[in-house]
C-alpha cells in the first residue's frame, strides 16, 4: 500500500499541474474586450492608404495611379466592412475546461492500465541485471544458512549445484557428501555428484564416481548425463566397444542436427578408430537400408609407402556431390595395403542424413597423422571419385601428399 500511495500521490500532483497549464486560458480569461474583424479590417486598410499618400508625396508613385490605386482601396475597404460585425466571442470556457479534463484523465488511465499498474512498473525498475558477484555473494550467503540448518538435505543438495555450476567443484563435492540419502532416489543428482568427483580426480572414475553413475543408470537408463558419463569411463578405460554401445544409445535420445549430437558422433567415431571398430560395430540403422552402401579396396602408391608410420588414422570420407560436409566417415588405424573398406548408414555423421538416402556420392581417402578431420599439410590423400551409392568394387588410390 505504501508503494502504491508513493506512486499516486506524485501522479495525482502532476496531473492537477497538466490540467492548470492547459486550462489557463479558460481559467484565467483575458480582460480587454475582443476586436472584431471589421475594426481589424479597418486598421490594415487605413495603414495601407496612409503608405499610399506617403509614396505620392514622394513622388514614388505619380497622380494618375495613385487615383486608381486609392480607389480600389476604398472599393476593397467597403466590401470588407459592410458585412455584419461578427465580433469573436469564445465558446463556454466551462465546458471546454470539463471536456480537456475528462479526455486527459482517460488517456491517463489508458496509458496505465495498457503499460501495467504500478506495482509491476515498480517490480520492473527494480529488475537489475545478475552480475557474477552477485550470484557469488547470493550463494555464500545460502550456505551460511545451511551451516546454521546441517540437517536441511535438499537445501544441501540445491547448494551443490550452485556450487557446480559456479564452477567450485570442491565445494559442490562437500555439498553433495552433507547432502546424504537425499540424492539416493534422484538419478541427476547422482550423476552431477560423480561429474563433480571425477573432475575432482582429473578424470579418473575409478571407485565412487562410478558406483554413482551406474546407481543413477539403475534408477533411469536412459538419463543423458549418466550415460555420457559412463561411456567417458568406459573410453578412458580403454574399453572401446563399450563407449560406442553406450554413446549410441545416448545419441538416439539426442534431436539430429544439433552441436550435442555432432559432438556425440564425433566421440563414438574417435572410440570406433581408437578401437579398431569402424567396421564392425553395426547400427540398427543398417539394417532395411537396402544394400545401400559402399565398399571396395583402397591402394597406397610405391613411393608414399615408406611415409606411413605406426598410429596413422587411414578416413574414408563420403561427400554428396558439390558439398564439403561429410555424410559418412570411416576412420580406421591404418595396416597393411590393399586395405578394405565399407560406408554404410553406421557410419552416418548426421543420423538424419544417412548415406542411403544419396543416389551418388564423392569418395576419397585421406591418411592423416592426428585423425582430425580437418586437413593438415601433410596428409596422404587420393582423388575424390563419385560412385552410385551401391558400389561394391571401388578401387581408391593414395598417391599424393596434402600440401
Request: hydrophobic share 40%; aromatic share 6%; net charge neutral.
Given at each position: 500500500?505504501?508503494?502504491?500511495?508513493?506512486?499516486?500521490?506524485?501522479?495525482?500532483?502532476?496531473?492537477?499541474l497538466?490540467?492548470?497549464?492547459?486550462?489557463?486560458?479558460?481559467?484565467?480569461?483575458?480582460?480587454?474586450k475582443?476586436?472584431?474583424?471589421?475594426?481589424?479590417?479597418?486598421?490594415?486598410?487605413?495603414?495601407?492608404?496612409?503608405?499610399?499618400?506617403?509614396?505620392?508625396?514622394?513622388?514614388?508613385?505619380?497622380?494618375?495611379?495613385?487615383?486608381?490605386?486609392?480607389?480600389?482601396?476604398?472599393?476593397?475597404?467597403?466590401?470588407?466592412?459592410?458585412?455584419?460585425?461578427?465580433?469573436?466571442?469564445?465558446?463556454?470556457?466551462?465546458?471546454?475546461?470539463?471536456?480537456?479534463?475528462?479526455?486527459?484523465?482517460l488517456?491517463?488511465?489508458?496509458?496505465?492500465?495498457?503499460?501495467g499498474?504500478?506495482?509491476?512498473?515498480?517490480?520492473?525498475?527494480?529488475?537489475?541485471?545478475?552480475?557474477?558477484?552477485?550470484?557469488?555473494?547470493?550463494?555464500?550467503?545460502?550456505?551460511?544458512?545451511?551451516?546454521?540448518?546441517?540437517?536441511?538435505?535438499?537445501?544441501?543438495?540445491?547448494?551443490?549445484?550452485?556450487?557446480?555450476?559456479?564452477?567450485?567443484?570442491?565445494?559442490?563435492?562437500?555439498?553433495?557428501?552433507?547432502?546424504?540419502?537425499?540424492i539416493?532416489?534422484?538419478?541427476?543428482?547422482?550423476?552431477?555428484?560423480?561429474?563433480?568427483?571425477?573432475?575432482?580426480a582429473?578424470?579418473n572414475?575409478?571407485?565412487?564416481?562410478?558406483?554413482?553413475?551406474?546407481?543413477?543408470?539403475?534408477?533411469?537408463?536412459?538419463?543423458?548425463?549418466?550415460l555420457?558419463?559412463?561411456?567417458?569411463?568406459?573410453?578412458?578405460?580403454?574399453?572401446?566397444?563399450?563407449?560406442?554401445?553406450?554413446?549410441?544409445?545416448?545419441?538416439?535420445q539426442?534431436?539430429?542436427?544439433?552441436?550435442?549430437?555432432?559432438?556425440?558422433?564425433g566421440?563414438?567415431?574417435?572410440?570406433?578408430?581408437?578401437?579398431?571398430?569402424?567396421?564392425?560395430?553395426?547400427?540398427?540403422?543398417?539394417?532395411?537400408?537396402?544394400?545401400?552402401?559402399?565398399?571396395?579396396?583402397?591402394?597406397?602408391?610405391?613411393?608414399?609407402?615408406s611415409?606411413?608410420?605406426?598410429?596413422?588414422?587411414?578416413?574414408?570420407?563420403?561427400?554428396?556431390?558439390?558439398?564439403?560436409?561429410?555424410?559418412?566417415?570411416?576412420?580406421?588405424?591404418a595396416?597393411?595395403?590393399?586395405?578394405?573398406?565399407?560406408?554404410?548408414?553406421?557410419?552416418?555423421?548426421?543420423?538424419?542424413?544417412?548415406?542411403?538416402?544419396?543416389?551418388?556420392?564423392?569418395i576419397?581417402?585421406?591418411?592423416?597423422?592426428?585423425g582430425?578431420?580437418?586437413?593438415?599439410?601433410?596428409?596422404?590423400?587420393?582423388?575424390?571419385?563419385?560412385?552410385?551409392?551401391?558400389?561394391?568394387?571401388?578401387?581408391?588410390?593414395?598417391?599424393?601428399?596434402?600440401?
Amino acid at each position: 500500500m505504501n508503494l502504491v500511495t508513493s506512486f499516486l500521490i506524485p501522479a495525482f500532483l502532476l496531473l492537477v499541474l497538466v490540467l492548470v497549464l492547459l486550462l489557463r486560458p479558460f481559467i484565467f480569461p483575458a480582460k480587454s474586450k475582443a476586436t472584431s474583424r471589421r475594426q481589424m479590417n479597418a486598421t490594415i486598410y487605413r495603414e495601407e492608404l496612409d503608405k499610399l499618400e506617403a509614396e505620392h508625396q514622394s513622388g514614388v508613385i505619380n497622380s494618375v495611379d495613385y487615383e486608381i490605386a486609392h480607389a480600389e482601396m476604398r472599393q476593397r475597404l467597403f466590401q470588407d466592412t459592410i458585412e455584419e460585425d461578427d465580433r469573436e466571442v469564445p465558446g463556454s470556457t466551462k465546458k471546454t475546461a470539463v471536456g480537456l479534463c475528462i479526455f486527459i484523465i482517460l488517456i491517463s488511465s489508458a496509458l496505465y492500465f495498457s503499460l501495467g499498474d504500478v506495482v509491476r512498473i515498480a517490480q520492473r525498475n527494480s529488475e537489475q541485471p545478475v552480475t557474477q558477484e552477485g550470484v557469488e555473494k547470493m550463494v555464500d550467503e545460502f550456505a551460511v544458512k545451511m551451516e546454521k540448518d546441517p540437517t536441511n538435505l535438499k537445501g544441501w543438495a540445491m547448494l551443490a549445484r550452485s556450487y557446480r555450476i559456479l564452477g567450485r567443484n570442491e565445494d559442490a563435492a562437500n555439498a553433495y557428501a552433507r547432502a546424504g540419502n537425499f540424492i539416493d532416489s534422484d538419478p541427476q543428482l547422482l550423476a552431477d555428484y560423480a561429474d563433480v568427483l571425477a573432475t575432482n580426480a582429473n578424470g579418473n572414475f575409478s571407485g565412487k564416481p562410478l558406483q554413482l553413475i551406474n546407481q543413477a543408470l539403475k534408477l533411469d537408463p536412459n538419463n543423458l548425463m549418466a550415460l555420457w558419463l559412463s561411456g567417458t569411463a568406459s573410453y578412458n578405460a580403454s574399453n572401446y566397444k563399450a563407449a560406442v554401445q553406450t554413446w549410441e544409445k545416448l545419441a538416439k535420445q539426442i534431436p539430429p542436427d544439433t552441436d550435442e549430437a555432432r559432438a556425440i558422433q564425433g566421440s563414438i567415431a574417435e572410440a570406433r578408430s581408437k578401437g579398431g571398430l569402424a567396421a564392425t560395430i553395426a547400427s540398427p540403422v543398417q539394417v532395411g537400408n537396402g544394400g545401400k552402401e559402399i565398399s571396395g579396396k583402397i591402394e597406397i602408391s610405391a613411393d608414399l609407402k615408406s611415409k606411413m608410420k605406426p598410429g596413422d588414422i587411414v578416413m574414408v570420407i563420403a561427400r554428396k556431390p558439390g558439398e564439403r560436409m561429410p555424410v559418412a566417415v570411416l576412420k580406421v588405424p591404418a595396416t597393411d595395403f590393399p586395405m578394405s573398406f565399407t560406408l554404410n548408414d553406421a557410419l552416418a555423421m548426421n543420423p538424419s542424413a544417412p548415406l542411403s538416402q544419396l543416389t551418388e556420392a564423392s569418395i576419397e581417402v585421406r591418411v592423416s597423422k592426428t585423425g582430425m578431420a580437418k586437413p593438415e599439410a601433410g596428409d596422404l590423400i587420393s582423388n575424390a571419385k563419385i560412385v552410385k551409392v551401391g558400389t561394391k568394387d571401388l578401387q581408391l588410390q593414395i598417391d599424393q601428399v596434402r600440401q
